[in-house]
């Protein structure tokens, strides 16, 4: 059911768009960010729109890069494109309808962002983009912007939060950490780690919410648990598709699921769960 709805959209017309992102929503929603069609929605159980696509002018731009939902509150969506960000605000009335907000440069570092992620400790909202990143506080409708330093200053590819509130971004060189509440900052590089962090891009990042952190690289999934590193490579461990991990994420029963450009792993220490 699924795979045919995506294929055709709701008027018909065939979809011929690679999927960038996906993310689930409040209300039994799940969001496609689409590779130049916009945003689709879909919105299991309904009676009509069922199937939902935005596009330019609604949104800001037809390549969706990333797509960060509240679950818990108010339910709102943020779209990021290569042009700024969009933010889907449900109606209260009708989950069908809702009305849409565009933020861009100046109030963002750049118009291309690439990457979102919640801080479910106090629900503010921070995006990656192509020069530093940025912070959404709708407690005091206010953003904060926020610049790396030069030497670690590169593309944030991807983002996700740990329990204590430390944002974690993967880049086009290097991983950096940051804790706003303690105003701690870490970087870590190919260099600064001894090897043990690939050299080159860091496409995912990923956290247990404790104290393990998962990167996806180009060689390899690398893992940090409280301060050791360890590579996993199809050498070292034939079950990973490829070494060339693109995307990272953790399902409700602890399981690790691994994307790769040649398929998927799933990965439990205590043993694969569904």
């Known amino acids: 059911r699924i795979r045919d709805s995506l294929r055709y959209s709701p008027d018909g017309v065939q979809s011929r768009y690679k999927v960038n992102y996906i993310e689930t929503g409040k209300g039994a929603t799940i969001w496609f960010g689409l590779d130049g069609g916009g945003v689709k929605r879909f919105r299991e159980g309904a009676t009509r729109a069922v199937w939902t696509t935005y596009n330019v002018p609604t949104i800001t731009y037809y390549n969706v890069q990333s797509i960060s939902a ?9 779209v990021s494109t290569t042009f700024g960000i969009s933010r889907f605000i449900p109606s209260l009335n009708d989950p069908e309808f809702g009305t849409w907000l565009t933020y861009t440069a100046p ?19 921070w995006f990656g983009t192509q020069d530093g990143f ?13 610049t790396l330093p030069t030497q670690y200053n590169y593309k944030i590819n991807s983002m996700t939060f740990d329990r204590a509130g430390t944002l974690w971004m993967a880049k086009l060189v290097g991983v950096t950490s940051f804790n706003k509440e303690l105003s701690e900052w870490k970087h870590y590089t190919n260099t600064n780690t001894g090897g043990k962090l690939p050299a080159g891009e860091i496409h995912a990042v990923t956290t247990d919410l404790g104290s ?5 690289t180009d060689q390899g999934l690398v893992r940090l648990s409280d301060t050791t590193w360890t590579t996993f490579t199809t050498s070292t461990t034939p079950e990973l598709p490829d070494n060339s991990v ?3 994420v953790y399902d409700s029963r602890g399981n690790l699921w691994i994307g790769t450009n040649k398929g998927i792993a799933i990965f439990n220490e205590e043993g694969t769960r569904f």
């Open 134 to 146: 940025a912070m959404y506080d709708d407690r005091v409708s206010d953003w904060t912007a926020f």
């Open 107 to 125: 109030t963002i570092p750049s118009n291309q962002v690439y990457a979102s992620a919640i801080n479910f400790n106090d629900n503010t909202v």
């Open 70 to 78: 509240d679950k818990v509150v108010n339910g709102d969506v943020w």
């Open 212 to 216: 393990v952190r998962w990167f996806g």
């Open 246 to 248: 693109t995307a990272l």
